[in-house]
């Protein structure tokens, strides 16, 4: 079974950075894209970027660009959003996610970390 766990989140004011950690088990990856979403109170979830774990080729929604970056490594396993610049829209419960490379959806998801930066 897939496990996915996230952890780096916490409190910061405007304009400073945050690096998100999500730390999968469970099985390789090599055949698996792994996502990060955001999600704020009251709205809908939204992507924010992801990775493909054998290639390294990345996404990332609008909004971020030029601000976060998305990374993996292999040998640990682990996923990574660089956060900088961060502003208050940015504050969310963050989310890391997988799916098989083939899939539309993700079939796998961590439990969340909260981020919220101040004004």
């Known amino acids: 079974q897939v496990q996915l766990v996230e952890s780096g989140g916490g409190w910061v004011q405007a304009g400073g950075s945050l690096r998100l950690s999500c730390a999968a088990s469970g099985r390789t990856f090599d055949m698996y894209t792994m996502g990060w979403f955001r999600q704020a109170p009251g709205k809908e979830r939204e992507f924010v970027a992801d990775?493909?774990?054998?290639?390294?080729?990345?996404r990332k929604a609008d909004s971020v660009k030029g601000r976060f970056t998305i990374s993996r490594d292999n040998a640990k396993n682990t996923m990574y959003l660089q956060m900088n610049s961060l502003i208050p829209e940015d504050t969310a419960t963050y989310y890391c996610?997988?799916?098989?490379?083939?899939?539309?959806?993700?079939?796998?998801w961590g439990q969340g970390t909260q981020v919220t930066v101040s004004s």
């Open positions: 996610a997988a799916r098989h490379n083939w899939r539309n959806e993700y079939d796998f």
């Open positions: 990775i493909r774990w054998s290639s390294g080729n990345s």
